[in-house]
């Protein structure tokens, strides 16, 4: 991988995001109702709801309210204030953030250590009852969407007085570890159904196909033994593209999250997200969708790069 490629992506990801902000800004702006009187209320005056629109600069034409907007994060990292809390966006969104990302990085985790097995299982039991129950397996997972799978973890459970896990809410883990554990369990295992339903078929693919190639059955005829031609030869050439799958369901990813964290109380980035739609916080809406649209290009160029690692024969010019 040359150093020109790297730095084309990375033009290429700002010009993403460029493009990302004008089109969340524009959009935003054409929003039905009045920030001022969401936040005043609609039996505020008129006058005081001219002091807050020019307080917030919603009195100013749409290009001097996108040039400050752009300018603030830029220059100074500020995304503004939250309309409804009061609070920097900054603090409202990085401590979602966080939450957030202990919720995907934990189902990202538990789908790589599973996934990866359960695929190169089902490739090395080919046509066998295991492969069978390992397909059908990924096949449910990839029916079920995630409101579906969350309903039925919540009902078997997290049911009153008997269920072994918590119905919803957060504890951090700095706080607790037991009960950040308890608690992260069935969103973790709602997010990640699906992802490890991809990734263990994308890599039983894979390596099915590997099995059968010259070099695989060469190094089995130079008497080297079944366990190391897996290892040394089958399994590597398989989990490039696993990889690839996972950072294309980074999309999936960021879009589950939101109806994960709505349904068990998760105070993440979807939590904040549906509140600020709710209550039209532009500010937060703004930073929220800028964000999550970074981490998925930033996502795609590390997986380019990690499957460069993993596979010699990738190249990018």
Not at 142 to 165: C, H, Q, S
Not at 201 to 220: G, I, K, N, P, T
Not at 245 to 267: K, Q, T
């Amino acid at each position: 991988m040359s150093w020109g490629y790297l730095i084309r992506r990375l033009l290429a990801i700002i010009l993403v995001l460029v493009i990302v902000t004008f089109a969340v800004f524009a959009i935003t702006a054409i929003l039905p109702g009045n920030a001022a009187i969401m936040i005043l209320g609609e039996y505020a005056t008129p006058d005081a709801v001219a002091a807050l629109q020019k307080q917030l600069h919603l009195d100013q034409p749409w290009y001097m309210q996108y040039y400050s907007w752009v300018s603030g994060i830029l220059l100074h990292g500020d995304f503004g204030m939250s309309l409804r809390l009061s609070l920097p966006v900054t603090q409202v969104v990085g401590e979602a953030f966080l939450n957030s990302a202990l919720l995907a990085v934990t189902a990202l985790v538990a789908v790589t250590i599973i996934a990866i097995p359960l695929g190169a299982l089902a490739a090395l039991k080919r046509g066998t009852a295991v492969d069978l129950i390992i397909g059908l397996f990924s096949y449910l997972g990839t029916a079920l969407p995630e409101f579906v799978t969350a309903t039925l973890l919540l009902v078997f459970l997290a049911a009153p007085n008997t269920g072994p896990f918590p119905a919803g809410g957060f504890v951090a883990p700095w706080e607790d570890l037991g009960g950040f554990a308890s608690h992260i369990v069935l969103p973790a295992v709602t997010l990640g159904l699906i992802l490890l339903a991809h990734v263990s078929r994308q890599v039983r693919s894979e390596m099915s196909e590997v099995l059968s190639s010259d070099y695989v059955r060469a190094a089995r005829l130079k008497g080297l033994s079944e366990r190391r031609v897996i290892r040394r030869h089958a399994l590597p050439n398989s989990l490039a593209p696993a990889v690839a799958v996972i950072s294309l369901d980074i999309g999936y990813l960021l879009g589950g999250i939101i109806v994960v964290e709505e349904i068990f109380a998760w105070p993440g980035l979807g939590r904040v997200l549906m509140y600020a739609l709710e209550n039209r916080d532009l500010p937060v809406i703004q930073a929220v969708t800028l964000l999550l649209a970074g981490i998925y290009a930033v996502s795609n160029l590390v997986s380019d790069i990690v499957i460069a690692l993993l596979d010699p024969r990738v190249r990018y010019a």
